[in-house]
Nanobody, 123 residues
Framework: QVQLVESGGGLVQAGGSLRLSCAPS????????ASWFRQAPGKEREFVAS????????NYADSVKGRFTISRDKAKNTVYLQMNSLKPEDTAVYYC????????????????WGQGTQVTVSS
C-alpha cells in the first residue's frame, strides 16, 4: 500500500474555489485510478470524483458535476480536484484514494488512502 498526501484544503466563502492536490509519498502511483472522497460530520464517506491514470477518463458524483473537475499530471505524479462554486454542504474532510478502476465509487474498493485535508465553506 502507498501513503497518499493531500493538500490545498482551507476555508473559503460560498461560491469560491479551491484546488486540492494528491500525491503518493515517496513513489509514483501504482494503481490504475485515483479518486476523491469526502466525509462530513455525521455523514458517511462519499464518492466525489475519479480518474483513470492512463487515459484520463473521469467519473463524478451527481452532487459535484459541473462544479468540480478532477485531473492528473503524470509528469508531476499528482492528482488534482478543482472545486468551483463551492457550497456550505461541500464542507468535509477530503480524501484521496487509489484503486484499480476509476468507475469504482465505493471506498471499500480502493486500496491506498491519504490522511485527508479539511475543506470548509462558509455562508
Amino acid at each position: 500500500q502507498v501513503q497518499l498526501v493531500e493538500s490545498g484544503g482551507g476555508l473559503v466563502q460560498a461560491g469560491g474555489s479551491l484546488r486540492l492536490s494528491c500525491a503518493p509519498s515517496g513513489r509514483t502511483f501504482s494503481r490504475y485510478a485515483a479518486s476523491w472522497f469526502r466525509q462530513a460530520p455525521g455523514k458517511e464517506r462519499e464518492f466525489v470524483a475519479s480518474i483513470s491514470w492512463g487515459v484520463g477518463n473521469t467519473n463524478y458524483a451527481d452532487s459535484v458535476k459541473g462544479r468540480f473537475t478532477i485531473s492528473r499530471d503524470k509528469a508531476k505524479n499528482t492528482v488534482y480536484l478543482q472545486m468551483n462554486s463551492l457550497k456550505p454542504e461541500d464542507t468535509a474532510v477530503y480524501y484521496c484514494a487509489a484503486g484499480n478502476n476509476y468507475l469504482y465509487t465505493s471506498g471499500a474498493l480502493y486500496d491506498d488512502w491519504g490522511q485527508g485535508t479539511q475543506v470548509t465553506v462558509s455562508s
